[in-house]
Nanobody, 122 residues
């Protein structure tokens, strides 16, 4: 059983909005984050937040355009992406960490989803 399951990826055009979701049953007390990866590059931090919903943090490249949120009643993590750019094209991963502080490094996360592709065309 895959503990984290992403959905909501697909094709978009520049300026479009898209919402990613991550089914995260059993992870309500975990720090959660979104990462993304393109071929040949390391996985990079996009956004994250602690389990109690405070201290959300964003990569500079998405600040002001993306919003992370979590619904602990529904055990779901979301990433609202607005004003998409071609450089946002990547596979997006949901991740969960037992740590109570937010970590921007992939090594700080214990569980990963399988990823969802987001493609933004010019």
């Amino acid at each position: 059983q895959v503990p984290l399951v992403e959905s909501g990826g697909g094709l978009a055009q520049v300026g479009d909005s898209m919402r990613l979701s991550c089914a995260a049953s059993g992870f309500n007390t975990y720090t959660m984050a979104w990462f993304r990866q393109t071929p040949g590059k390391e996985r990079e931090f996009v956004a994250g937040m602690t389990w109690f919903g405070a201290n959300d943090h964003y990569a500079d490249s998405v600040k002001g355009r993306f919003t992370i949120s979590r619904d602990n009643r529904e055990s779901t993590l979301h990433l609202q992406m607005n004003n998409l750019k071609p450089e946002d094209t990547a596979v997006y991963f949901c991740a969960a960490s037992r740590a109570s502080v937010l970590n921007t490094r992939p090594s700080g996360y214990d569980y990963w989803g399988q990823g969802t592709q987001v493609t933004v065309s010019p």
